[in-house]
């Protein structure tokens, strides 16, 4: 936007040349809860928090999931319906396929008038698109998962390795841990493998 602005400018002239604030907002329409608009800044996944960081950037979320931000979903028709349409394929995803569940949102939407036109034209790059990202969301959800499983396991081994230092059974080691027998000597051989 700011080159098209500016394209009539002389970009190596030592004149400013004046443009319009920047505004950055993020539509969330994810499945945790989250506040009908919250302020993110990018200085807060820094390693080190600074009072004054050198750079920052804000954007404004808002929540625009069932119940959330009504006047906006109003306003802008096409958000609103766009959400209506999420809704619907998060609902049926429950009791069914997801590409099933695409299928019967896209059909429902069609009939009611909801984003009708763009379904209509769009229909398989709109099935397309909305089942990669619902699996997206939910490998992102497994990652997560494995991620503390892996965790936990790796601090099962250190507690298994400091007590077979000192001497003890698998049977003491997984009573002291309230793990299986069966479970220790795995992570035993697992270890050693490893």
């Known amino acids: 936007m700011y080159s098209v602005m500016t394209k009539d400018h002389d ?10 604030a920047p505004r950055f907002v993020i539509f969330y329409n994810g499945e945790k809860k989250r506040p009908e608009q919250e302020v993110l800044r990018l200085s807060d996944a820094y390693f080190i928090r600074e009072e004054h960081p ?3 950037l804000e954007a404004v979320m808002l929540n625009i999931n069932a119940g959330n931000n009504p006047e906006l979903l109003k306003a802008c028709k096409s958000l609103g319906e766009y959400a209506e349409y999420v809704a619907k394929v998060r609902r049926y995803a429950k009791d069914m396929a997801l590409a099933e569940a695409v299928e019967r949102a ?7 008038g909801i984003l ?3 379904l209509e ?4 790059e709109v099935k ?3 089942l990669y990202e619902y699996d997206a969301e939910k490998h ?15 601090l099962l081994q250190e507690q298994i390795a400091k007590k077979l230092e000192k001497g003890l059974s698998v049977q003491e080691i997984a009573e002291a841990l309230e793990e299986e027998p069966d479970t220790i000597r795995n992570l035993i051989t697992h270890k050693k493998e490893g």
């Open 11 to 20: 970009l190596y002239s030592e004149k400013m040349i004046s443009i319009p």
């Open 54 to 56: 050198a750079l920052e």
């Open 106 to 112: 896209i059909t429902e939407c069609i009939q009611e």
């Open 116 to 118: 009708a036109d763009f």
């Open 121 to 124: 034209r769009n229909r398989a």
């Open 128 to 130: 397309k698109v909305s």
């Open 140 to 154: 992102m959800r497994q990652v997560r998962e494995e991620a503390k499983e892996d965790g936990r396991m790796e």
